[in-house]
């Protein structure tokens, strides 16, 4: 047979590289003639950085930048490949991975370490940045972005407003400063990118959704990153009266755009700031590793991810590799950690051949990521890749 293994990283266990060799390594001892092809993908979310590096070349370089909260400071590290693109994984400043989330956290969580990423790669002469987005910890709407871009937040008083996403309420008015670091307008409010990075700011999003209401950035993602139901209703009117004020101010909706309200609303932030193209993440990283050809020769795909749900369906990886191997009418068999839905209707929409939970109902979340190395390694081993339906 001729695999190929196109893993997502399990997201607190398993890199999309450290997936591939554990998958390969089993899949020689079951078939040993076999052909197998390793291609490690990423969807904007973690392992976006790694993924396109390894695909495209380049050097990739560490920085020292706020993390999630205003009190931390992390490593993160950004790319700038051969053909001079910076590559951004949002994931590596302000990721979940670097703070135990709560109700603390999130009223405080900021995006500034992104805005010090975008200038640290734009004093490379990068000619375009990509951006990817996921495995946030923030729910600001890139506002921090902003002001380490150089933008200042007033309140009605004309005194800026304290850094923490319940004050973006009181936010008034937007103004770019006078020493711009990117704008060279002065005071133009204009995106601050235009016309410095040539070939100007793609986001990399794995997710669809817009920034405000039920299926927003606040009810969809807050309470995953430590907010409590009370703290709901006071952070979507903070980012209710934010976006009203910069779209005012930059004469541009940008807040019903699917996308923008990814990563806490930091995909908003960046089109309204950053003059920034927002794309399909797992298709834009997919064609940059020319997937369809690799795709194209195997007889059957084998891709993983942390946790398959209703989520997955709009715009995750599991979903990109699926589109394309039906056309093709080649079967994916998707290995995941946790199921949090009904796998039939799942493994149905999806179009996948064979939808697997590797770790046990009984094991809890911290075992099953503990031990996530071998029972991978164990289903891959026991499972039957001959079986192609997709019913």
Same mark, same amino acid.
């Given at each position: =047979?001729?695999?190929?293994?196109? !893993? ?5 266990? #398993?890199?999309?590289? /450290? ?26 979310? %973690?392992?976006?950085?790694? @993924?396109? =590096? ?9 920085? *020292?930048?706020?993390?999630?909260? $205003? ?17 951004? *994984? ?35 002469q990068c000619k375009e940045i ?36 319940? %004050? ?7 103004? $770019?400063?006078?020493?711009? $670091?990117?704008?060279? *307008?002065?005071?133009? !409010? #204009? ?17 669809? %959704? ?17 907010? %409590? ?23 541009? *909706?940008? +807040? ?23 794309? &399909?993440?797992?298709?834009?990283? #997919? ?10 020769? @195997? ?21 990109g590799i699926a589109a394309r ?5 080649? $079967?994916? +068999? ?9 796998? /039939? ?18 094991? &809890? ?16 081993? +026991? ?7 997709? /019913?």
């Amino acid at each position: =047979m001729n695999f190929l293994l196109a !893993p997502n990283a399990m997201k607190g266990s #398993l890199s999309a590289v /450290k997936i591939s060799a554990i998958v390969s390594k089993t899949l020689r001892r079951k078939y040993r003639e076999a052909t197998i092809v390793s291609s490690p993908i990423a969807d904007g979310g %973690n392992g976006t950085l790694d @993924c396109l =590096m390894n695909a495209l070349g380049g050097t990739i370089y560490e920085q *020292e930048v706020t993390g999630p909260i $205003p009190s931390l400071r992390v490593k993160a590290r950004y790319g700038i490949t051969r053909e001079s693109i910076a590559i951004i *994984e949002s994931a590596e400043a302000i990721g979940l991975q670097h703070i135990t989330p709560t109700a603390e956290t999130i009223a405080m969580a900021t995006t500034r370490g992104i805005g010090e990423l975008i200038l640290a790669a734009h004093e490379k002469q990068c000619k375009e940045i990509w951006i990817g987005l996921g495995g946030t910890t923030t729910n600001d709407g890139g506002a921090r972005m902003a002001r380490a871009l150089g933008w200042k937040l007033f309140d009605v008083n004309d005194e800026e407003i304290k850094e923490d996403v319940v %004050n973006l309420i009181k936010l008034s008015r937007i103004d $770019p400063s006078l020493t711009l $670091p990117l704008s060279g *307008e002065g005071t133009d !409010p #204009l995106p601050l990118l235009r016309g410095r990075v040539r070939e100007g700011v793609k986001i990399l999003c794995d997710v669809k %959704n817009i920034l405000l209401g039920e299926q927003g950035a606040i009810y969809t993602f807050a309470r995953q990153k430590g907010a %409590n139901e009370d703290q709901l209703p006071y952070l979507e009117a903070a980012l209710k009266n934010y976006s009203d004020v910069v779209e005012q101010t930059i004469g541009r *909706e940008f +807040h019903n755009i699917h996308g923008s309200g990814a990563a806490g609303g930091l995909g908003f932030g960046l089109m309204a700031f950053c003059n920034t193209e927002i794309v &399909s993440g797992i298709d834009f990283i #997919l064609n940059a590793i020319h997937f369809d050809e690799k795709l194209a020769s @195997c007889d059957c795909v084998i891709t993983t991810e942390g946790v398959l749900d209703e989520q997955t369906l709009y715009g995750k990886g599991i979903a990109g590799i699926a589109a394309r191997a039906q056309r093709l009418n080649k $079967p994916v +068999h998707a290995f995941v950690g946790r199921i949090q839905g009904n796998t /039939k209707e799942l493994k149905s929409k999806l179009g996948l051949a064979s939808l697997t939970q590797i770790s046990p109902v009984e094991l &809890s979340t911290q075992e099953a990521i503990r031990d996530a190395s071998w029972l991978l390694a164990d289903a891959v081993y +026991h499972h039957d890749f001959n079986h192609k339906s997709t /019913k």
